[in-house]
């Protein structure tokens, strides 16, 4: 069994879990073995191995992980390295619109305010319909996705109508919310970049 070790101890978001793409689209490894130093590394990697058709298990309880991800079934060796998660492809004359939320207000000026704007926001959002894809949320944006903010039950009912919702857990981390969010996939910078690549169109708030 072929087996890569990649130390990304103290390497920043996404350079994890870009060392794991390359190893994969160099060498496929049937077993892929990733020394992290954080909780935002650590859940990156493991999801973005689980995408790539490897059975993960993590070692340690912080601040430093083991990550082992093993290819298994016939003609794995073969699996091709996919990034997004999510529909890829939509229906003939369907726009994929993509929503980037990099702070947890409507503009500047009152932040009172601005936190009752983007309730109103997201509450419209749905008038989008299905051309509304994902959202993105990033830097102060994460904070709309905890538990007892207003803001929690809209996004709710968006990830429930369909729209993808990523978070960005190097962010989550840095505010010290990690495993707070009570809506949409805690991601990485790579699948963000990513998402504005195959979007038709971006809403910036």
């Known amino acids: 069994m072929s087996e890569i070790r990649l130390e990304c101890q103290g390497l920043p978001c996404?350079?994890?879990v870009l060392q794991c793409k390359n190893a994969i689209e160099k060498d496929a490894p049937a077993r892929l073995v990733v020394l992290v130093d954080n909780g935002a590394a650590k859940e990156n990697v493991s999801r973005f191995l689980t995408m790539q058709g490897y059975a993960c298990t993590v070692e340690g309880d912080g601040p430093e992980y083991v990550i082992?991800?093993?290819r298994e079934g016939e003609g794995a060796a073969d699996c091709g390295c996919k990034i997004m998660t999510g529909t890829e492809l939509t229906d003939a004359g369907r726009q994929k619109i993509l929503v980037f939320l990099g702070a947890n207000v409507v503009g500047a000026g009152?932040?009172?305010?601005?936190g009752k704007l983007m309730?109103?926001?997201l509450i419209t959002l749905k008038e989008m319909g299905?051309?509304?894809w994902r959202i993105v949320m990033l830097?102060?944006?994460?904070?709309l996705s905890v538990e007892g903010q207003p803001?929690?039950?809209p996004l709710r009912e968006l990830e429930k109508a369909g729209v993808s919702i990523l978070v960005c857990g190097t962010c989550l981390e840095f505010f010290g919310l990690s495993g707070q969010n009570g809506v949409g996939e805690v991601t990485n910078m790579l699948d963000i970049?990513?998402?504005?690549?195959l979007a038709s169109k971006v809403v910036r708030v």
């Open 110 to 114: 009152d932040d009172v305010l601005g």
């Open 139 to 143: 830097n102060g944006g994460v904070k």
């Open 119 to 121: 309730l109103n926001f």
């Open 193 to 197: 970049v990513t998402s504005f690549q």
């Open 130 to 132: 299905e051309d509304l």
């Open 14 to 16: 996404p350079q994890p």
């Open 68 to 70: 082992t991800g093993v």
């Open 151 to 153: 803001c929690l039950e």
